[in-house]
Structures are given as structure tokens and as C-alpha cells.
């Protein structure tokens, strides 16, 4: 079966499941390499980010995700591996010398974008959690990459941790404006303020 | 038939001037008028395009139609009332079960089942399926707005389309009356959405008495009593071309005044749910799919209680003959 058909087909279908409404608010989809990073509630959130980029931005951008969730069963292999191109890292064993940054820098390569979750783990306080140091070691690697920041709002009741049906509620999918690594920026520094950028998101949908 | 294409007529009539007034780039008109009346217009394609396709592809297409307009309505309310993780067992057969089932059953027009299914078997499980999710916080409070939620979106929106399972009496030449549900449908959505406009047109008068200003500063007593009137006309002087035409020219216009009643009722309710949520409606949640809510309030509210009323009045007119 033609790859991109079936990935357009379950972007839509992805769409019309969670009812999700994309902003982009001072920033614009764009096919440069970039790094995705999001609040992290659910196991549909890398499908819902990856759903709501325009078909040519999205065909770039590979979520990394948990290994042990992601190779259970044909179904979620196959999705994982042809579809959304995702980028498995082994929760369990961390090894020295092949760390997780280095294995996603090998894999982006010049080329394609990720879509990261900065928490390490589903949240279920609603609250965002403190940033691992994951995305500070990357952009030290990689001071090119353009970091979004983006909020997910309303996952944690379409899918909550633990359920395995999801409740067809609304979501809605905030991109905020680019930020970077400042050079010499101290690590704690740096994780606080991506972390301030998704909160702003929050906010700003609090409000309304 | 020829109904039908009128009201095309004016829909794109309605289209148009839309398409005019918004390539204006600095009219006298204030743009959030415009774009509410915009959305209005574009519901009333959908409408129009259940109603035509109960004439050309039978029942079934009409009440799936009106199902996913159920279904959307739900997820507007639920998205918008706070629940708790314990509530989402409960919520997702009230999605996946009992909204498919209720549209089911108006198709097969068994009404001992469809009138009974939520309010007795759906309300009852749902507290039930909470309790035993273990969490007791605000027990009734959560139980209510599920319920609350299904009755208004699913239960009263069904009956719409339940409409189309009445039988007419017999035509005048002893011939079953068969497109008789659809002329019920066509008069109650026709007479519904003329009520909610003529409400609206008539509280821009400059002098307002606004009803309930806690809740809705545009509903006034001049909008609800002129809407109210100029609909009740107008099915008055149409009642021959009203599914009603075998009786009084009274029965119509009653039916158009309980329709534009209930439709204001419908209104002011959603709008209590909407102002304790502090929201101005529920479209703002979901930007570009405009709130189906905001849009089916009336119908709501007015398809329970004119199907009821019309099945008294078949059985009426049945007992008569």
C-alpha cells in the first residue's frame, strides 16, 4: 500500500477523532529543522502533534518515543517504524556509550525535525512537569536546531493514563514562537525557559 | 418540493449578500454580526442538506445525519464541562453506545424503546458506572452534567429526525399520506430557524427589555413576543401548505408558537451553561468548526415537545375519524 496515502489518511482520521483545532501563535509551519517539543499527557500526543503539521512539514518530522510502549504488537510496530518514522529509545537500558541524544542526532541527520516530550514521562496532575536535561544536551550538540514550543491541551481526558479507550472530547494543539540555546546559557536556565514557553501557551488558552 | 428549491434560493440569496458585505472593507455593519450570521447561513446548508437527502435517499441518510450533528453537540458540551479520570468509563459508553443506539432505534421508529432508552437505562447506568469507578467527589454534580449533556444533544435532538416515523392520516383520496414525515420535518426545522432569526431581527430594535441580563443581554421581550408572533403568522397563512393542512389554520400556528417558544427556552438555558463556563459559546472552543451547539439550542429544546404535541394530535384526529 502507498505509505503516504495511508499516513495522509490516518492524519485526517487522527484530526477528526480528537476534534483538534491547531494555532500557530507568532510562528509558521515551516519545512526547516526544527525540534517539536510539547506538554506530555497521553500516548496519542506524538500522533496528534505529527497530525496537526501541514502534510509536507509533517512527511519531516519523526516523534521520539518509548520503545518498550511502541514495539508491542504488529500494530503499533508498524506505525511506529513505516508510518510516523519514529524514533524508539530504550527506557530501560541506558548505555554509556550509545546515549539517547547521540542516537537521535545520528538519525535527524540535516534533514528531518523531532517531536520531542521534554517531561520523560505522562503527566497526570495537569500541571507541566520539570524539564529532563535531554533537550539541554541536544541543542548543545545541535545550537542550529529551532526549538517550538507547543501545548496539547485536553489529552489527559481524551486519553488518560492507564485507559485504553479514549472519550472523543475536543483538543486543541498550540505552536508557539521559536526559541533557541544561547550560547554559555547554564542548563537549569535553559530548561526553566522552554518550559515558561509552554506554560505561556497554557495560559494564553486558559484565558480565553 | 418546490418548498425545497425556494429555500435554496434564498440560501444562496443569503450567500451572497454574505460574500458582498464581508469584500467591504470598512462597511457600517459590525463584523461580528456578519460572521455570527455566516455561520448561521452555513447551518442552514447542513440542514438543508439532511432535509433533501430524507426526499432523494430515504430516512436512513437523514437520521445519521442528525446522529453526527448529536454527536458533535456531546463532545461540545463534555469538552467543555470539567470531569473527573473517574467519570471516563461512564463517558465513553454515553459516547459509543448509547448516542449510536438512541439514533438507531429512532431509524427502526420503535418509539417505546427510543422515548425510554436514555432517560431510564442510560441515566441509571451512568451514576452506577461512576460509583463504581471508586471516586466520590462531587458524585451528583458529575452524574448531572453527563445526563444533563445527553438528554439536551442526543435524547431531544433525536426526535427531530423522529419526526420522519410518524404516520399523517390518510389524503383526501383514502391514499396513505406517505411523505408526510418529512413535511413534519421540513415545517419544524423551517419554523425553528425562522423563529430563532425572527427573534433575533426583532430585539435590534432600539428599545430593549432584555429579559435575563445576568445570562443574555441580546434576548429581549420585544425579540421573544415579536419572533413569537411573526412565526405564529406565518404558519397562520401558510397552513395550507403545512403537514397541518387536513385540520384548522389554528393548529399550525400553534404548533409555530410552541416551537418558538421551546426555541427561546432552548436559547436561554444554553446560555446559563455557557455563562457559568465563561464562555461566550461553545464555537470558541473548536475555531473553525464554529459551535454545532450554539446552533441546534433551539432544536433542541422544540423537537420533544412538537413531536409530542403532534402525536396528540394524530391520535386526535385519529379518535376523530
Redesign the interface.
Known amino acids: 500500500m502507498d505509505t503516504n496515502l495511508v499516513r495522509n489518511f490516518l492524519a485526517l482520521l487522527a484530526r477528526f477523532l480528537s476534534?483538534a483545532?491547531v494555532?500557530w501563535i507568532d510562528s509558521q509551519p515551516d519545512t526547516c529543522q526544527r525540534v517539536y517539543f510539547a506538554n506530555h499527557t497521553s500516548h496519542l500526543d506524538p500522533i496528534i502533534i505529527w497530525s496537526a503539521l501541514p502534510p509536507r512539514v509533517r512527511m519531516l518530522a519523526r516523534p521520539v518515543a518509548a520503545k518498550d510502549y511502541w514495539t508491542k504488537g504488529p500494530v503499533r510496530r508498524y506505525l511506529a517504524n513505516r508510518l510516523f518514522g519514529a524514533i524508539l529509545i530504550d527506557r530501560k537500558e541506558i548505555k554509556v556509550h550509545q546515549s539517547p541524544v547521540d542516537l537521535i542526532i545520528r538519525e535527524i541527520g540535516h534533514h528531518y525535525s523531532l517531536i520531542i516530550f521534554p517531561e520523560g514521562g505522562r503527566q497526570?496532575s495537569g500541571e507541566i512537569g520539570e524539564f529532563k536535561s535531554g533537550l539541554y544536551y541536544l541543542c548543545k550538540k545541535r545550537p542550529d536546531l529551532e526549538l517550538i514550543p507547543v501545548h496539547i491541551d485536553?489529552m489527559n481526558?481524551i486519553l488518560?493514563r492507564g485507559?485504553v479507550?479514549?472519550?472523543?472530547?475536543?483538543s486543541?494543539v498550540t505552536f508557539g514562537p521559536p526559541l533557541w540555546l544561547e550560547v554559555g546559557e547554564p542548563k537549569t536556565r535553559f530548561l526553566a525557559r522552554a518550559r515558561e514557553a509552554v506554560r505561556n501557551l497554557k495560559e494564553i488558552r486558559d484565558e480565553? | 418540493m418546490s418548498l425545497i428549491g425556494a429555500v435554496l434560493v434564498l440560501l444562496g440569496a443569503a450567500e451572497v449578500i454574505v460574500w458582498a458585505l464581508r469584500r467591504r472593507p470598512a462597511g457600517g455593519i459590525d463584523p461580528a454580526i456578519l460572521e455570527t450570521f455566516r455561520l448561521r447561513v452555513h447551518f442552514w446548508w447542513i440542514l438543508l442538506a439532511a432535509l433533501a437527502a430524507a426526499f432523494l435517499l430515504g430516512h436512513v441518510v437523514t437520521v445519521v445525519l442528525f446522529g453526527l450533528i448529536s454527536?458533535w453537540a456531546l463532545?461540545?458540551f463534555?469538552?467543555l464541562t470539567p470531569?473527573r479520570?473517574g467519570d471516563?468509563?461512564a463517558?465513553?459508553w454515553v459516547?459509543?453506545l448509547f448516542t449510536p443506539l438512541q439514533f438507531v432505534l429512532v431509524g427502526t421508529g420503535y418509539y417505546e424503546m427510543y422515548s425510554i432508552v436514555i432517560p431510564v437505562y442510560a441515566f441509571l447506568f451512568i451514576p452506577a458506572r461512576i460509583a463504581l469507578a471508586g471516586d466520590y467527589k462531587r458524585f451528583l454534580e458529575r452524574t448531572a452534567k453527563i445526563q444533563v449533556g445527553l438528554l439536551i444533544c442526543v435524547y431531544c435532538l433525536s426526535y427531530a429526525p423522529a419526526l420522519l416515523t410518524l404516520k399523517l392520516p390518510p389524503l383526501a383520496n383514502g391514499e396513505p399520506d406517505t411523505g408526510g414525515g418529512v413535511q413534519l420535518l421540513l415545517f419544524f426545522v423551517l419554523i425553528a430557524q425562522l423563529s430563532d432569526a425572527l427573534q433575533y431581527a426583532w430585539s435590534q430594535l432600539p428599545n430593549k427589555h432584555v429579559i435575563v441580563p445576568a445570562i443574555n443581554t441580546t434576548r429581549t421581550w420585544e425579540g421573544l413576543l415579536g419572533g413569537t408572533v411573526s412565526v405564529t403568522l406565518i404558519a397562520a397563512g401558510l397552513w395550507w401548505a403545512t403537514p397541518f393542512h387536513g385540520s384548522n389554520w389554528w393548529m399550525a400556528a400553534a404548533m409555530a408558537a410552541v416551537i418558538s417558544l421551546m426555541g427561546f427556552a432552548g436559547g436561554i438555558t444554553m446560555s446559563a451553561i455557557k455563562r457559568d463556563r465563561g464562555?461566550r459559546d461553545f464555537g470558541?472552543?473548536?475555531?473553525?468548526?464554529g459551535g454545532v451547539l450554539d446552533r441546534v439550542d433551539s432544536l433542541c429544546f422544540a423537537a420533544p415537545v412538537f413531536f409530542h404535541c403532534t402525536r396528540w394530535w394524530l391520535l386526535w384526529q385519529l379518535a376523530k375519524n
Open positions: 476534534g483545532s494555532r497526570t485536553n481526558r488518560p485507559e479507550l479514549p472519550v472523543p472530547m475536543l486543541c480565553e | 454527536f463532545r461540545e463534555i469538552t470531569t479520570p471516563h468509563r463517558l465513553f459516547f459509543f464562555v470558541t472552543l473548536v475555531e473553525g468548526h
